[in-house]
């Protein structure tokens, strides 16, 4: 599926944002990548990497902004090759979901 199509499906939207990440699959011994954010919403992100992990994926997001670190579960959605993939976050904690939240809000006022 197009990322055309899942943004058409997207009930809540996503932000701009350019922040530091990294992934780490989380199945044990899971390989680590250092990404970057380019979008950002309360149910997931798109990640810019060229070297994507297969959907179905679960991962860990640690997003680096403002000073702040978030770590957000997640699992892979969907993959562009040599450009990037679609996270769908899972259970996020109620503190880790605080920090999205302010990012948002202030994504949301500029």
Known sequence: ??????????????????????ITERRRGGSRLRVRISELGVGGCYVDTLNSLPPSTEILVRIEHGGV?????????????GLGMGVQFGDVPAD???????WLAEMAES
């Open 69 to 81: 670190a978030c770590e957000l579960p997640g699992t892979v959605l969907y993959v562009h090759e």
């Open 1 to 22: 599926m197009s990322e055309q199509s899942f943004a058409d499906k997207r009930k809540i939207p996503r932000f701009a944002l350019v922040a530091e990440a990294e």
């Open 96 to 102: 880790q979901r605080a920090i999205l939240d302010a």
